[in-house]
T-cell receptor
Framework: ETGVTQTPRHLVMGMTNKKSLKCEQH?????MYWYKQSAKKPLELMFVYSLEERVENNSVPSRFSPECPNSSHLFLHLHTLQPEDSALYLC?????????????FGPGTRLTVL | SQQGEEDPQALSIQEGENATMNCSYKTSINNLQWYRQNSGRGLVHLIL?????REKHSGRLRVTLDTSKKSSSLLITASRAADTASYFCATDKGAQKLVFGQGTRLTINP
């Protein structure tokens, strides 16, 4: 395991549910990311937070709502999802301003939308 | 748009053999990184090569970068069963944004 933790590891939800994914990094980084990984598709960047400000919102539907209360925590709030949103959601962190943007990933949350 | 594209999509070799994976990209980069992902898990950073470097080694890994051809290769020597995983290249153009390819699924047969 890396210094990035994600909870829950598995989540099954109905389309009308509201749930949240949590990510915590213990590496002292100041940038955090949400990615979506679907079968047979490249890793899709969803959101980037740098110094607790959102700097990237990659045309993600509004049913996904990120929150970054501090540099160590990142949430992804989910509501009225669709079955095609089923995927592995990965959180990552890095040190913003560093020349080399090496990212450290959490183990992911496997989301299934029924 | 997708920046890195790996080739082949899947590779199966015998333990002890070398594995070579390739990555092509379209625009200029600051650096290129390789990551490994075990099934259903997060990605793990393997190695980074800067745009002004041509080759880099780390243990059994060797990465090359040809900026004129916009391509990179990852060589794993003396493969082991534990090397079975998916391998992704990621291009860094700055602004804290990495763009990942679709990955090569590597299987090492005992």
């Amino acid at each position: 395991e890396t210094g990035v933790t994600q909870t829950p590891r598995h989540l099954v939800m109905g389309m009308t549910n509201k749930k949240s994914l949590k990510c915590e990094q213990h590496l002292g980084h100041n940038a955090m990311y949400w990615y979506k990984q679907s079968a047979k598709k490249p890793l899709e960047l969803m959101f980037v937070y740098s110094l607790e400000e959102r700097v990237e919102n990659n045309s993600v539907p509004s049913r996904f709502s990120p929150e970054c209360p501090n540099s160590s925590h990142l949430f992804l709030h989910l509501h009225t999802l669709q079955p095609e949103d089923s995927a592995l959601y990965l959180c990552a962190s890095s040190q913003a301003g560093h020349s080399y943007n090496e990212q450290f990933f959490g183990p992911g949350t496997r989301l299934t939308v029924l | 748009s997708q920046q890195g594209e790996e080739d082949p999509q899947a590779l199966s070799i015998q333990e002890g053999e070398n594995a070579t994976m390739n990555c092509s990209y379209k625009t200029s980069i600051n650096n290129l990184q390789w990551y490994r992902q075990n099934s259903g898990r997060g990605l793990v950073h393997l190695i980074l090569i800067r745009s002004n470097e041509r080759e880099k080694h780390s243990g059994r890994l060797r990465v090359t970068l040809d900026t004129s051809k916009k391509s990179s290769s990852l060589l794993i020597t003396a493969s082991r069963a534990a090397d079975t995983a998916s391998y992704f290249c990621a291009t860094d153009k700055g602004a804290q944004k990495l763009v990942f390819g679709q990955g090569t699924r590597l299987t090492i047969n005992p």
